[in-house]
């Protein structure tokens, strides 16, 4: 690889602008997709970065595409819509799909990628839109050998772990994967503060002995600052991306064949909440007002 590499980014985010940042820092060329979802753009274009109109000119100016939507139907839209990603790739460019995808959906993909000329992998992401600004995000990757190492150089620029999950698909399974496991703790831990609030139990002890103890871990992290101060900004994921994520744990395990009950009775907690804007730290207080 060379040192500097014309990257394009459709997705500009609350984590698809930090990975822009991040890359503009590193000393890559970026152009990115003009769209209504992202985030404020002018710091992005005061440092170089080019804003094109259509996912064709993104592909004809990069050789990289780096894709940060929202699921496995944004992929499809941009990749193969009239006048999309596909539709100006350039043969040997690579295809980064960050996002939160189905693997099935995923498979069909990269193969769809390949007819076309190009390569695809997977680099789900892990952490919070801080990290992404810090450039210091997780990725999991599904990629042959080959390509991730011939990649690795580029996703160092906006990440700090890169894990090697397996080929195309593995990236997207494993994210699901913690994804459930997060949102799962996130559930678990959401209902015991309620509970325990309930029962007349400070907050501060709940606190002590869950981090002395079987509850410590990340995820309390993310949860302590709405249960001390009422910020919910330690975790700044939506019960509407939660419900979309554990909805595509719960087709990923149906396809494979296993045990999901766990699984559904967390996903109907997170869908049974009214305003799915809320964050997902949020959910204590929403368990408070239930059953008084």
Do not use: W
């Amino acid at each position: 690889m060379t040192t500097t590499r014309q990257v394009g980014l459709v997705g500009v985010g609350l984590m698809g602008h930090g990975i822009a940042s991040s890359l503009l820092r590193a000393g890559h060329q970026v152009c990115f997709l003009e769209h209504s979802g992202n985030q404020p753009v002018d710091d992005l274009l005061s440092a170089g970065a080019t804003a094109l109109s259509s996912g064709c000119d993104v592909a004809q100016s990069a050789d990289v595409v780096i894709l940060c939507v929202t699921g496995s139907p944004q992929v499809e839209a941009v990749l193969f819509e009239p006048n999309g990603v596909l539709a100006g790739l350039k043969p040997g460019s690579v295809i980064v799909d960050c996002s939160t995808a189905l693997p099935s959906s995923t498979e069909k993909v990269a193969a769809r990628v390949a007819s076309a000329g190009g390569r695809f992998m997977d680099a789900a992401m892990t952490r919070t839109p801080k990290e992404a600004a810090e450039g210091r995000l997780n990725l999991i990757v599904g990629a042959p050998t080959k390509l991730f190492d011939e990649t690795l150089p580029l996703l160092q620029a906006f990440a700090e772990n890169i894990a090697h999950a397996g080929e195309v698909g593995a990236g997207h399974t494993l994210k699901l994967l913690h994804n459930f496991v997060s949102l799962g703790f996130s559930a678990v831990l959401a209902e015991a503060t309620a509970a325990s609030r309930k029962a007349g139990i400070s907050d501060a002890a709940l606190l002590e002995v869950l981090g002395a103890g079987g509850g410590g871990g990340v995820v309390l992290e993310r949860l302590r600052p709405y249960i001390t101060d009422n910020d919910p900004s330690g975790f700044r994921f939506t019960v509407a991306n939660a419900s979309k994520d554990l909805g595509y744990y719960h087709a990923m395990t149906n396809e494979l064949g296993v045990e999901r009950g766990v699984a559904g009775a967390i996903h109907a907690l997170y869908t049974s909440i009214d305003d799915s804007t809320l964050a997902v730290p949020e959910l204590i207080g929403v368990l408070e007002q239930r059953r008084q």
